[in-house]
């Protein structure tokens, strides 16, 4: 992947425009989970280091666009983030039409998916905001599988546009662990519905020696393998697909295994009562909400074997105590597994942040869906674009 990098060039004094992606979770105000903001830190400090005028760009949420919402605006990523930079952050409501800043000085604009045709690549709007900058730092790694305004349209209208430090190194580390990775390799790919990672599972499989998956996914596998799932989430349409992907596996002399064992209830609820059953007893009125001990003590074997691990989803409902226990055991195998282990997503990121394993993985990414648009060989237009502007 060839592309201008920030760190190639000279900023003094410069308008230096970043688009990053601070879609972070917040509760009443608060921002939750910091890794996004953390991940930032650096591209952002290089930037003031180097004499820039440093203007942040995100979006949060999926707001209505046209609209101000207080709920999804970026004050509290801008007051958390001034802590963090202990620098202040001065957040920009209405910031198309322009504004000062100086050398030295922070502004975060106000959410980009508050403008209208910021989703549909509106060329007006990417061209304001390319004239707000003298560079434009792509380094939104998690929204590069986006082709808005903010992510692609305004690389083709800048007057100089590059790649920051973060989207590069995740490029780097994410292609490194995909093209020699030590084999065996293993994904893990948990998540509610087989339908939204059809496409994920199905590369996956041409890639990987294994592949584990986890919640809904998984119901959908245990149906598929002639088990009654009772009232669990999953997709009966998806059957013969998961059938499918289990020969597919088999073909190449790999598996897609189904737990031996997983953990039920009547309800799906943080106190519900948690029964360990075998895998061909669960009953019609019950949930599958973990894998069961068994099942966790076979997967945490296939993690000690692996030369590479993917980890993308829980493989149960590790947020309710009772259902947690099958994510541990993957997240303390990879902990203490020496394989080389690259994590991504958002329930991925707060399961290593529960189970506080993030010293034990190899790499941590800041995609979700882009991590796994990655993963699949897809072109994530945000860099496609960086690279059409190469020039060497
Ligand atoms: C993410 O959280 O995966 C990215 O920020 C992209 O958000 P989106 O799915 O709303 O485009
Ligand atoms: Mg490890």
Redesign the pocket.
């Known amino acids: 992947m060839s592309f201008l990098r920030m760190d190639e060039l000279d900023l003094k004094g410069k308008r230096v425009m970043i688009r990053e992606d601070f879609n972070v979770p917040l509760d009443a105000g608060r921002v939750t989970s910091d890794a996004r903001l953390r991940a930032a830190l650096p591209t952002i400090r290089m930037a003031l280091d180097r004499g820039a005028a440093v203007i942040l760009l995100s979006h949060l949420g999926r707001p209505v666009e046209g609209q101000y919402d207080e709920q999804f605006s970026l004050k509290p990523v801008a007051e958390h983030l001034s802590g963090l930079l202990d620098h202040p952050v001065t957040l920009q409501k209405d910031w198309l039409n322009g504004f000062d800043i100086q050398a030295g000085e922070i502004v975060l604009c106000e959410n980009v998916r508050f403008n209208p045709g910021e989703k549909s690549n509106d060329a007006k709007l990417a061209k304001t905001m390319a004239g707000l900058c003298d560079v434009f730092v792509m380094d939104a790694f998690g929204t590069s599988h986006r082709a808005h305004a903010s992510t692609e349209g305004v690389i083709h209208h800048a007057p100089v546009a590059c790649a920051g430090p973060l989207l590069s190194r995740e490029l780097y580390e994410l292609e490194k662990a995909l093209t020699e990775p030590e084999r065996p390799m293993l994904a893990i790919v948990g998540g509610s519905k087989v339908s939204t990672k059809l496409t994920v599972l199905e590369s996956l499989m041409t890639r990987v020696d294994e592949l584990i998956v986890g919640g809904g996914i998984a119901n959908t596998f245990i149906a598929a393998s002639g088990y009654n799932v009772g009232q669990s989430l999953y997709e009966p349409d998806l059957l013969d697909e998961a059938q499918r992907l289990i020969r597919m596996a088999h073909k190449k002399g790999g598996e897609i295994p189904i737990p031996k064992d997983v953990v039920v209830a009547k309800s799906f609820s943080k106190d519900a009562e948690a029964w360990v059953r075998s895998v061909d007893e669960v009953q019609d009125d019950e949930l599958i909400l973990d894998i069961g001990p068994l099942t966790a003590v076979d997967y945490a074997a296939m993690i000690q074997e692996a030369g590479t691990v993917i980890w993308n989803g829980p493989v149960g409902v590790f947020e309710f105590p009772n259902f947690a226990a099958g994510t541990r055991a993957i997240a303390d195998a990879?902990?203490?597994?020496?394989?080389f282990?690259i994590a991504g997503g958002g329930d991925t990121l707060a399961a290593i942040d529960q189970f506080n394993i993030a010293d034990?993985?190899?790499y941590i990414s800041t995609g979700g869906g882009a991590f796994l648009e990655f993963v699949e060989g897809k072109t994530l237009p945000a860099v496609a674009a960086l690279e059409a502007r190469y020039k060497p």
């Open positions: 990879i902990e203490i597994s020496n394989a282990s034990g993985v190899s």
